[in-house]
């Protein structure tokens, strides 16, 4: 049997945090109390004008073949999830493979799943590596949301934020992803979406990100405590035995309401949401990479990854680290 099993982690953030008083003094009328109190979000980086996606994937994906300790050319897929890539085209994926010096002809592509993205991108690497095609992927959540927020809307600018995380999986004998469930649901596209096109040379409709809030937040309580039931369930494992839950981090409430729906204990559910807002297609890998390198997550445990996003797209993946 071949498992696809995680060999490093690394992510990377840009600048320094951007604190919600720091937002007040550019002038949005908002305040570090309410903030705090809706979201949990304390700060987020920014990433200054020049820096695109493909850069902030690079950096965290160097963190990740360190810690997997292998080279470029070793890698023989790449997948990026981002809704903020660099260009239209080519893919933010084939821009970090030339960043990353890669010459060996290995397949690169994106996968669009907005703040699911990573999810979707693991999940499709997962099957690339257990068909015996490929041995080893870089799979990247990597974004620059600020540039798709309204920084007139204080009801969504203050929740993004910019950055990346990467994983390196390889084919392996020894127990990796056990389980990955994934989902979409078209008829609630209106409820999170950036509903804009280029057409001839023009901006058509609303290049800014709209959300209904409240909406979103029932929605995505409900289908994030599903899917890591439905995951833990295709795996074998039961909820308790589960040593993480590392969920999509928009907002510590959306985190908190489905660990306690899924019954586990909140020492069990790693947050990082404080300091990074939502990163979308990044936050996943950021949060994992996080607990990763400060010690909590060891080899040998139980973790589920779960994101959700607009579309609406969610999944969850249940690995053995
Ligand atoms: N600062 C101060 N006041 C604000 C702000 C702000 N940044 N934003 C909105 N308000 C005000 C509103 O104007 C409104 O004022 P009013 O009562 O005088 O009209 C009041 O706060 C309440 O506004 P609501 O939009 O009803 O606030 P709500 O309690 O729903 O909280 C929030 C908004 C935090 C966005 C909440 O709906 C939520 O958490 N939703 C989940 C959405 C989410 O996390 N999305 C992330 C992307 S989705 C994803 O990644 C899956």
Known sequence: MIYARVAGT???????????????????????????????IRSRHLASPEVTSSQLAQE???RALEAAACTPNDIDLVIVATSTPDYIFPSTATLLQARLGMSNGAPAF?????????AFAIATAEKFIRSGSHKRALVVGAEVFSRILDWNDRGTCVLFGDGAGAVVLEASERPGILATALHADGAQNQILCVPGQISRGQVTGDPFLRMDGQAVFKFAVKVLSDVAK????????PLDAVDWLIPHQANIRIIQATG????????RVIATV?????????????????????????????????GIGGGFAWGALLLEY
């Open 10 to 40: 690394g992510s990377y953030l840009p600048g320094a945090p951007v604190t919600n008083d720091d937002l007040v003094a550019r002038g949005i009328d908002t305040s570090d109390a309410w903030i705090q109190e809706r979201t949990g």
């Open 60 to 62: 965290a994906s160097l």
């Open 110 to 118: 994106d996968v669009q799943a907005v703040c699911a993205g990573f």
């Open 230 to 237: 439905e995951v833990a369930e295709l795996g074998g494992v």
């Open 260 to 267: 306690k729906r899924l019954g586990v204990a909140p020492e």
């Open 274 to 306: 404080g300091a990074h807002g939502n990163t979308s297609a990044a936050s996943i890998p950021l949060a994992l990479d996080a607990a990763v390198r400060d010690g909590r997550i060891r080899r040998g445990q139980k973790v589920i990854l779960e």
